[in-house]
């Protein structure tokens, strides 16, 4: 009997949270925002949100978090203790203790870790990873990038694969690429290290020097081909 009274309590406990929810949102909705399914959304009071932005299903907003007008969150995305501004999208997307500026455009499956700024119109693909680290106007890094303790400049752009090593075991250093850099694909940025405005790397480099402004950074072996290698290997397998 008292483990049936106690199943009957949490179950009004579960649908007095959930009466709560709703009346949050229908708060939001009459305010104008558009929440067009309440699956799944969940929005602390102490939230705050502009004028015709669409919260999709799967969205959790949370802490002091600020969002601003015509934005797109979601679906499946959370926001915590982060400022996020005007025209922005994110899908798929967490956030947590950071700032994002107007008309950025993030995700699918980006984690924006704490401390960092995501300027305007930045675009973060899928699967890039943001820590502690500042991204200003334009830049782009649409895909499978690890972005730490970094500063980086306007209209850079990163190739798929790159990586800003910012840990050697011992101690944490920052990067630094500057205003219209190129990072080609796959290139490692072993910090403390700089990237000069409007700087390339090339493809497939671990970049452990500075890189001048305007030049090409390459820092990768020589290609070796050994004619018939396989053959003889084949032949050793037999």
Request: charged fraction near 20%.
């Amino acid at each position: 009997m008292a483990q049936e009274n106690n199943g009957n309590e949490r179950v009004r406990a579960q649908r007095q949270k959930n009466a709560e929810r709703i009346e949050i949102l229908e708060r939001f909705v009459a305010a104008g925002v558009e929440i067009p399914c309440f699956d799944g959304v969940m929005i602390d009071c102490t939230v705050t949100i502009g004028k015709g932005t669409t919260i999709l299903p799967g969205t959790i907003l949370r802490g002091e978090t600020a969002v601003g007008e015509t934005c797109v969150l979601g679906p499946n995305t959370l926001v915590d203790n982060s400022q996020i501004g005007n025209n922005v999208l994110l899908n798929s997307t967490q956030c947590y203790q950071s700032t994002v500026k107007d008309g950025a455009n993030i995700g699918p499956f980006v984690h924006i870790r704490p401390n960092s700024v995501v300027g305007e119109q930045v675009h973060l693909g899928n699967f890039v990873e943001v820590k502690n680290s500042t991204i200003d106007t334009g830049t782009k890094v649409s895909h499978l990038t690890y972005v730490g303790d970094s500063d980086v400049g306007k209209k850079v752009n990163f190739g798929c694969g790159t990586v800003t090593v910012n840990y050697t075991g011992k101690a944490k250093f920052r990067t630094t690429i500057k205003d219209n850099a190129f990072i080609g694909c796959n290139t490692n940025l072993i910090a403390p290290v700089t990237v000069g405005e409007g700087a390339y790397t090339a493809a497939g480099s671990t970049i452990t020097e500075d890189v001048p402004a305007d030049a090409l950074g390459i820092a990768r072996a020589r290609q070796i081909n050994k004619p018939e290698w396989c053959l003889h290997r084949n032949d050793a397998k037999k």
